[in-house]
């Protein structure tokens, strides 16, 4: 079961960090994605990270203001969102997949290959 929080309504240029939490025993041997979804659009793939969290991907409309990380330890993978913009307001899900060890970041970019969904965080960007 995965659990998304820290979503809310930020000035753009702000910043925000989203957490998903797990419950389980198996949450270091699960790839985590998050997905976002704006009004009227399909869900699009925003960032992954590897079992380890040695190796993650964006879309490239956040690279280099989002960051991805994981605490394998305390079941819970974070997001955090800087330089935020009007169009990164959102329902934000996060996502995971039991993996082996080779982590495909071009399968993490796809929502079917995913397991278990979270029930989604709003984010809102106002300008």
């Known amino acids: 079961q995965l659990q998304a929080s820290g979503g809310g309504l930020v000035q753009a240029g702000g910043s925000l960090r989203l957490s998903c939490a797990a419950s389980?025993?198996?949450?270091?041997?699960?790839?985590i994605g998050w997905f976002r979804q704006a009004p009227g659009k399909e869900r699009e793939f925003v960032a992954s990270?590897?079992?380890?969290?040695?190796?993650?991907a964006y879309v490239d409309s956040v690279k280099g203001r989002f960051t991805v990380s994981r605490d394998n330890a305390q079941n819970t993978v974070a997001l955090q969102m800087n330089s935020l913009k009007p169009e990164d307001t959102a329902v934000y899900y996060c996502?995971?997949?039991?993996?082996?060890?080779?982590?495909?970041?071009?399968?993490?970019?796809?929502?079917?290959?995913?397991?278990?969904w979270g029930q989604g965080t709003l984010v809102t960007v106002s300008s």
């Open positions: 996502a995971a997949y039991y993996s082996s060890l080779y982590y495909s970041i071009e399968s993490s970019k796809v929502s079917s290959t995913y397991d278990y």
């Open positions: 990270i590897s079992r380890s969290g040695s190796s993650m």
């Open positions: 389980g025993r198996t949450f270091s041997t699960h790839v």
